[in-house]
C-alpha cells in the first residue's frame, strides 16, 4: 500500500498581502499528477486544510474540488483537523462523506476509530488478511479536552499522551500483524519551526516526546511548515507551498511511504516546485540594481534589506524596476548611527522651530535628511497651518 503524506494546506492564505488561490489550485494539479504517476492508494492530511476557521466560499469550494479529483482517480482521504481548521465545520457530513472514501477525523470520539484498510496484492501478507489502521489526532486544545480525556493537569502533553492510549488500547484488539498510521497535528521534540507557523503554546511547553509516536508503523505529523525526518517512522511532511520567507530554503513536497505485511517499507521525498521561487537579498540599492549576481532573483518573490547608511529615497519603487515581485523592504544600515548622537527624546526638547520638529522626525523614522525640496514642502504646509489657526 502506497500513502501520500502532506499537511498544512492552508487554503486560503495569504503571502504578504499576494493571494494564493492560483497557486494552491497548481498544488492540487501537483498533488494529483503524483497520486496517479505513483499509483497511490491513500492521501493523508494532517491538519490545517484551511486557514482560518470560516473560510471564503472559494475557498471551500477549492477544497471540494480537490476531494472530488481524488475520489475520481480512486483513493481514499483521511484528514484529520489542525489549529488553524473548525473541527466541526471540517468535520461536516463525515459520515456521509466515508462512503466516498473521505475519513475525516476531526471529533475526539473517533480519534480512536481507525481507517480499516486491507494491503493487496504483493504487499498483503500470505493468508491476504493484513490490514493498515489509520488514525487521526485532530489538534487537542488542552482547556477544551482534558476533562473527556480523563486528563487532570491539561498540556499539549498531557492530552496528546492520553489520545496516543487510547489509540493504543484499540490497535491492542486488532489482529496480529495490524500495520498503524497516526495522523497528528502537533509540535513534537525535535522539531524546527518557521515563521509562519502558529504557536500552540507559549515557551514551547507544547511539544510533544518523540518517544510517544514509536509503537506505530509510521505517524504523520502537521503543523510544521518544513518537511523533516524526526525519526525513521516520525515525519513532519511540511506545507505544499511556502507561507513566510522563512521557509525560502524549504524543499516543498510530500513523503510517499509504502507498507507491508512486514511493516514500513521505503519512504522517500516528494518534491513540488513552486511557480516563483523565495528571495532572500541584502545589500547596497546601487549593487542590487547593477550586480549579475541577482540576476536569478529578478523573477522571485523577494525580501531585500537594503544596508545603505541613508535610507535610499523611492527605495521599494527602484527596487521594483528590476525585481518586479518584492514585497518585503527593510533597513539595516552598513554603518549604524552612532549611539552617543542624541536621542530623538532630545532633538523634540531642544527644537526651535516647527520646521526643524518636522525634520527631525522624518530623519528619525526613515533614515535620511530632508531634502531642500522637502524642506520646501514642510515650509509651505506649516504656513497653511498657521494661516487657518489665525483665521479661526
Known amino acids: 500500500m502506497k500513502l501520500l503524506h502532506t499537511s498544512d494546506w492552508h487554503l486560503g492564505r495569504s503571502f504578504h498581502g499576494i493571494g494564493t488561490l492560483a497557486a494552491q489550485r497548481r498544488f492540487a494539479d501537483q498533488l494529483l499528477e503524483t497520486v496517479i504517476t505513483e499509483n497511490v492508494d491513500v492521501v493523508l492530511v494532517a491538519g490545517d486544510v484551511y486557514d482560518r476557521a470560516l473560510p471564503s466560499v472559494d475557498v471551500v469550494n477549492l477544497f471540494d474540488e480537490i476531494l472530488a479529483r481524488l475520489n475520481a482517480a480512486g483513493v481514499q482521504v483521511v484528514v484529520t483537523s489542525g489549529n488553524h481548521d473548525s473541527a466541526s ?10 462512503r466516498a472514501g473521505v475519513h475525516l477525523r476531526t471529533r475526539l470520539s473517533d480519534l480512536a476509530t481507525p481507517v480499516l484498510l486491507p494491503l493487496m496484492g504483493n504487499d498483503a501478507g500470505p493468508d491476504n488478511t493484513t490490514q493498515v489502521a489509520i488514525y487521526g489526532i485532530p489538534f487537542l486544545e488542552p482547556r477544551l479536552v482534558a476533562e473527556e480525556l480523563d486528563v487532570e493537569n491539561g498540556t499539549h502533553f498531557s492530552v496528546t499522551e492520553a489520545a496516543v492510549k487510547l489509540i493504543a488500547a484499540d490497535l491492542a484488539t486488532r489482529a496480529p500483524g495490524t500495520a498503524s498510521v497516526v495522523l497528528a497535528h502537533t509540535f513534537a521534540s525535535g522539531g524546527v519551526s518557521s515563521a509562519s507557523e502558529r504557536e500552540l503554546s507559549v515557551g514551547g511547553v507544547g511539544a510533544v516526546p518523540l518517544d510517544l509516536f514509536e509503537p506505530f508503523t509510521y505517524t504523520a505529523l502537521g503543523h510544521l511548515h518544513g518537511p523533516q525526518i524526526l525519526s525513521e517512522s516520525v515525519r513532519y511532511s511540511g506545507s505544499p507551498l511556502p507561507y513566510s520567507f522563512s521557509e525560502a530554503r524549504h524543499r516543498k513536497g510530500a513523503w510517499l511511504l509504502e507498507i507491508t505485511a512486514s511493516g514500513l517499507g521505503e519512504v522517500r521525498k516528494v518534491q513540488w516546485d513552486p511557480e516563483r521561487a523565495l528571495s532572500i537579498l541584502s545589500g547596497k540599492i546601487d549593487e542590487l540594481l547593477s550586480s549579475e549576481a541577482f540576476s536569478q532573483d529578478e523573477g522571485n518573490y523577494c525580501q531585500i534589506t537594503l544596508t545603505d547608511n541613508d535610507s535610499p529615497e523611492l527605495a521599494m519603487d527602484r527596487l521594483r524596476t528590476r525585481f518586479e515581485h518584492t514585497l518585503v523592504l527593510m533597513f539595516a544600515p552598513e554603518t549604524p548611527r552612532n549611539p552617543e ?12 522651530d516647527e520646521l526643524e520638529l518636522c525634520c527631525g522626525f522624518l530623519d528619525h523614522v526613515r533614515h535620511r535628511s530632508a531634502s531642500d525640496d522637502e524642506q520646501q514642502i514642510l515650509r509651505a504646509a506649516l504656513a497653511g497651518v498657521r494661516e487657518q489657526e489665525s483665521a479661526l
Open 89 to 98: 465545520r471540517l468535520g461536516f457530513g463525515g459520515r456521509l462523506l466515508e
Open 341 to 352: 548622537q542624541q536621542s530623538y527624546g532630545d532633538r523634540i526638547a531642544q527644537a526651535t
